[in-house]
């Protein structure tokens, strides 16, 4: 049977790699006009077009003759800081979930994954008690969370990365059938990275049904779940003294792996500091560096699962690009949606000693 080019997949590849239809003619020294034809399916390119949009594309041929990608429904998709995102950000991001869906896919068909252990909060209008019930589904108590990550990843939530450099797309997440997703841009601090897992956590749990949760109100409940479930209340109020300080502040934040500005918040949430003590916190904070990052910062987190899946596929010596080849897609793609989740990885060498092998 011979394969057609699918004009769909050149679409997602355009969108990856944020170019408009005239940025890709002009790359691939192609027409806009050829471009437009392509992506309509009006003209079927011979193989020297196709040969010259792979190589401006950095993706392989096989690409572009699989099947349709999976569409994603982008009125399910919650994104946060969506009003900062430019059009073709978001095309990005919705391509790479897309993408993620593919490996995803492979990932299931090779492996035996946790189920998906959620529950339906979609009925619960206070963030606090949905974080609290939450907490208690999970048996997790008031104890701080000593990784977020792998946390969802036991729970069923498959995660990936977003290898997006911008500070604009801090992490977005949907449901897949039964198969919740999450997508984290770890551009950001460690602390903030756990913060999104857990503001989409909430987009998760509560706002399942209720479509694209891009409202400032459904952005404010996300943010008050991703409080309360990262910092219990009794908990922090158990361990505060009567006066905080900012150096109080900075300490306590190890505990609760949070950033700064995040405990800042929450001590003032929950009315152990007055208006005043938390905007004088906040400026001094700012001051020494607390608001544009995270001095002393925390190590991020890694992904049990996908340590687990590459020491097993480095056991059967096979590679990131042989998996990359088996999924249709470049090795910087394949980097992208695991970068920074994987960590160090340890390998025997020749000898038999171990070795570090990153995947970045």
Known sequence: MELKFNPKRLSLARQRRRLTGKGLALAASISAVTISRLENDDNEPDEATVAKLALSLRY????????DPEELDTTAVSFRSLTKMSAKERDAAIAAGRLGLEVSDWLERQFNLPA???????YETNPEAAAKALRGYWGLGERPIPNMLGLL???GVRV???SEATRTVDAFSFWRDDRPFVFLNNFKTAEHSIYDS?????HLVMHRHAGSQT???AEREANGFASAFLMPANDVRSRMPRFITVDLIIKAKSRWRVSAMAMAYRLHSLELMTDWQYKSACIELGRRGFRAGEPGGIERETSAIWRKVLAQLWNERTTKHEIAATVNLPPDELEGLIWGLAGPMVRPDRAGKPTSLRIV
Not at 60 to 67: G, H
Not at 116 to 122: F, G, P, R
Not at 198 to 202: K, N, R
């Open 60 to 67: 392989p041929v096989s690409f572009f003759y699989a099947d």
């Open 116 to 122: 998906s252990d959620l529950i339906d909060l979609s």
């Open 153 to 155: 990843e036991v729970k």
């Open 160 to 162: 990936f990365s977003l």
């Open 198 to 202: 857990a503001h989409e956590l909430a």
């Open 215 to 217: 409202s400032r109100a």
